[in-house]
């Protein structure tokens, strides 16, 4: 990525490398996937996903994905509010620092009665003691923002859904060799609205994160057909609705018609999610905020 995205050349955030790694980190997930087979679902299984934050969005966006490939019911669950006793085969947890009290609280009182296996970049925390664990420290961050950690679980579990990410590869090293001109609109935009449909629902959630993160931006995110009923009427001239995935019909004229830019690429959601996170680090060198370091926020969420 080139130095045009930051505002210090000399102390570049942690996040232009951590988001620039990510195609490469993709690539090796297929690898991970092999490596782990055993650890992760097998067709047919009944499985519960937890995580928090962008954690739950992956499991929200591992579940959609795995049911829409015929492979077995998943339900997301955040970490505080899960159904663990609804007879699972198979309990996933996923946590970046393997600390989240929530996280936590969830696995010790499990009662074990089917197998679990915690993602985590974090070796000798206390998640991997509740399960089968697959530490992944080579996509840890320093940035208290989530970029490859979260992006290169969700890579593992959909090459081993069977999906195909060589050409998402592709178009994700095409998004971090884009100049920063394509993002102007974005950049510029009072107000942006994600929207996706399937597993991308749950991209949009991610992206629509990132920016308040790291750019304290207004930012909403929606299923792309429930847009339509509410969320269309905060779309206006100077504002974007920014849709990941395929377009349902009639979309483009439906925003259009709101005097809204909208931004489309026919491009994988998680490849056109390193757009977003380039548009992050644009956004917050324009308002002099640390985008490794968000306000009110740390790596993990440790409760009293």
Not at 12 to 30: F, K, N, S
Not at 79 to 88: I, K, Q, V
Not at 108 to 123: L, Q
Not at 205 to 218: H, V
Request: proline fraction near 6%.
């Amino acid at each position: 990525m080139t130095s045009e995205l930051t505002h210090d050349a000399t102390s570049e955030p942690y996040l232009v490398a951590e988001i620039g790694t990510q195609p490469d980190d993709w690539a090796a997930a297929r690898g991970l996937a092999k490596e782990y087979e055993s650890a992760l679902p097998a067709a047919g299984e009944r499985v519960a996903v937890l995580g928090c934050g962008t954690s739950l969005f992956m499991a929200r966006a591992i579940a959609a994905a795995r049911e829409a490939a015929g492979l077995g019911l998943t339900d997301a669950w955040p970490a505080s509010e899960h159904r663990l006793d609804r007879g699972y085969d198979r309990v996933i947890a996923i946590t970046r620092s393997g600390t989240t009290t929530e996280v936590v609280d969830a696995l010790a009182a499990f009662d074990r009665s089917a197998p679990v296996t915690v993602v985590t970049a974090t070796p000798d925390s206390p998640v991997v003691d509740f399960g089968e664990p697959i530490v992944l420290p080579q996509v840890d961050e320093r940035s208290v923002v989530q970029t490859r950690f979260a992006t290169t679980v969700l890579a593992m579990l959909r090459w081993h859904l069977g999906d195909d990410l060589d050409p998402v590869v592709e178009q994700a090293r095409s998004a971090l060799d884009e100049p920063a001109s394509v993002l102007a609109v974005a950049r510029a935009a009072d107000q942006i609205t994600f929207v996706g449909m399937g597993w991308a629902t749950a991209i949009a959630d991610e992206a629509a994160l990132k920016l308040r993160e790291s750019t304290q931006s207004w930012v909403e995110a929606y299923s792309m057909t429930e847009y339509r009923h509410g969320p269309i009427s905060v779309s206006a001239p100077g504002r974007v609705v920014w849709a990941l995935g395929p377009l349902v019909a009639n979309f483009a004229r439906d925003v259009t018609a709101t005097g809204a830019h909208l931004e489309h690429r026919d491009v994988d959601p998680m490849a056109d999610l390193v757009r977003v996170q380039r548009l992050c680090l644009l956004r917050a060198a324009d308002r002099s905020l640390d985008p490794d370091h968000p306000r009110n926020l740390s790596r993990s969420i440790i409760l009293d």
